[in-house]
């Protein structure tokens, strides 16, 4: 682990414990993914390399983990910072993010019902940014769509 990503990190997510951050190094450096949803293998969670900048038909290209490059909506363009992580879904052959999401708030909604989370991300009542102060609002909203 490099002094200088962790410094960046620390700075980016000071909420986070010293594993948290080791972990997200570790991912990228590991070119990790994750599924959002175990039985839906279209939609996948990726860590972003790099800001959304380079204009494309859909949105805007960023580097990520395991995809190398991902098409992020314009709406949550602005939010792609390395370190964020991408939620993608499949469009065709590419995937292309449509929300980005902190770290601390992923830690969070991957101990969530991840069924409805796909639902809600498919249906696009996800916001384009995710963080921790409105991460309780759709982990409170994915509880109540599993109760129900």
Request: with cysteine; proline share 4%; glycine share 4%.
């Amino acid at each position: 682990m490099s002094r200088k990503s962790f410094t960046h990190f620390r700075k980016l997510y000071p909420e986070c414990s010293r594993k948290d951050l080791e972990d997200l190094i570790g991912a990228i450096k590991g070119d990790k993914y994750w599924l959002v949803d175990p039985d839906h293998e279209d939609a996948i969670y990726i860590v972003a390399l790099t800001k959304a900048n380079i204009p494309k038909a859909n949105g805007l290209q960023a580097k990520a983990t395991h995809l190398k490059r991902v098409i992020v909506v314009a709406e949550a363009a602005r939010f792609s910072r390395r370190g964020r992580v991408l939620m993608a879904v499949r469009s065709g052959s590419n995937y292309i993010a449509k929300s980005v999401i902190t770290w601390p708030a992923f830690l969070r909604m991957m101990g969530d019902d991840s069924l409805t989370i796909y639902k809600m991300l498919t249906d696009g009542s996800i916001p384009p940014f995710v963080n921790s102060r409105n991460v309780s609002t759709i982990v409170h909203v994915a509880r109540e769509k599993t109760i129900s």
